[in-house]
């Protein structure tokens, strides 16, 4: 199989697949952005070029997500593990939340936290490794916590909050990076939102966060870094100081793609389409089988196994010759992870099903 620029078929849990339009236009604008004689890269983000390149980036998302006027989006760095961080830090009030662990990434921020208050783990699915997300429908969930937290798509173990857990009035937190604009979203069902974008958006190194304008405090801890406040971020406008600024500039561009593709309903449709076509072999192979219990399934990543280390090895390694990379599980848990975002496109995972095909008969 040989694609244009000798590119493969990506199929990394993150830093992850950008679709190649937006790539191209990268590159055709890195010598001189728009007649600034510059790359973006080399741009004060104090000038005017790049005030309009991250006030269109917010002005774009804004509409993709249909963010109500008082939530505000900031750009940040750190990486989602800052977030785990930055959000009780900011959040707690009276020193209570109550975290609902589906994984890695949830039992880190829930770790995390624990510096900061008291912090409640009030469900979890760690009794059959992540495969599952409990029931949230009536959860213990503290009479005084500050917010319940959750991750929303669970990206090493392949799971996804199909329904909101009932938080009882509590503000909800969650960690979307793995699949934020992946389909439409009801922004005001939650306080906080934040997503690291190298999963589905852009390259490494921006952290979108998403929050209702009544949770950014000035009441802060004396002890808190200046940097560490959202309200720093906002009163700046994700200008406090240098941004990762051309990071911001991609993020734009691929915000652009997905007004062009049509939005993140018909995004949700096509994630939706792909999924079932990895998912419907997976049910009907007798080699492979998915991990995950079905009504958990997420439409970003698709953990699956042969059940045999050895066999699973083979597979990912013919499978990169084949220019099907990056397909080996979570060093946590092994086997085979698919990871399917917004930018790869329906032939990369028909490609991976013929090839799943093709490896089954030839092991059977
Ligand atoms: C990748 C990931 C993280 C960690 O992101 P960093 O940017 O490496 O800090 C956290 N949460 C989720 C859901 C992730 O997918």
């Excluded at 760095?77 to 589906?102: C, E, R, W």
């Excluded at 979307?176 to 005001?188: A, I, K, T």
């Excluded at 490494?204 to 560490?228: N, Y």
């Excluded at 949700?268 to 079905?294: C, M, P, Q, R």
Aim: hydrophobic share 35%; charged share 25%; aromatic share 10%.
């Amino acid at each position: 199989m040989t694609r244009e620029y000798g590119r493969v078929y990506n199929f990394s849990a993150g830093p992850a697949v950008l679709p190649e339009e937006v790539l191209k236009q990268a590159a055709d604008e890195m010598m001189n952005y728009e007649n600034s004689g510059m790359s973006v890269m080399e741009m004060s983000h104090r000038s005017k070029t790049y005030d309009n390149i991250i006030k269109t980036a917010e002005k774009d998302l804004r509409e993709l997500l249909n963010i109500p006027d008082n939530y505000k989006v900031l750009f940040l760095q750190g990486g989602a593990h800052l977030q785990f961080s930055m959000v009780p830090i900011n959040l707690l009030k009276n020193g209570v939340a109550d975290y609902i662990v589906t994984g890695q990434w949830a039992k880190k921020a829930y770790t995390e936290a624990q510096k900061y208050g008291k912090i409640n783990k009030v469900a979890t699915s760690e009794d059959k490794t992540f495969s599952y997300i409990p029931d949230c429908s009536d959860l213990p969930i503290s009479e005084d916590a500050d917010y319940v937290y959750i991750c929303e798509n669970n990206t090493i173990y392949g799971t996804k909050f199909r329904t909101l857990p009932n938080t009882k009035g509590k503000d909800l937190v969650s960690d979307m990076s793995s699949c934020f604009l992946s389909e439409p979203v009801d922004v005001s069902k939650y306080g906080l939102i934040y997503a690291g974008v190298q999963k589905n958006v852009g390259p490494a190194g921006v952290q979108i966060v998403i929050i209702r304008e009544d949770l950014i405090r000035e009441d802060l801890p004396e002890w808190c870094p200046t940097m560490l406040k959202y309200k720093t971020h906002a009163d700046n406008d994700s200008l406090y100081n240098t941004p990762p600024a051309y990071g911001i500039y991609i993020c734009g561009l691929v915000f652009k793609w997905l007004k062009k593709m049509g939005g993140l309903g018909k995004m949700k449709e096509i994630n939706e389409k792909k999924a079932k076509i990895l998912y419907d072999f997976l049910d009907s192979s007798k080699l492979f089988k998915g991990t995950v219990e079905k009504n958990s399934r997420s439409l970003m990543n698709v953990p699956f196994v042969t059940g045999d280390e050895e066999l699973d090895k083979k597979f990912i390694e013919e499978a990169k010759n084949a220019g099907l990379v990056q397909l080996k599980g979570h060093r946590t848990v092994g086997g085979m992870r698919a990871s399917i975002y917004n930018a790869m496109p329906i032939e990369g995972v028909e490609a991976l099903v013929e090839f799943m095909k093709k490896f089954e008969k030839e092991n059977a």
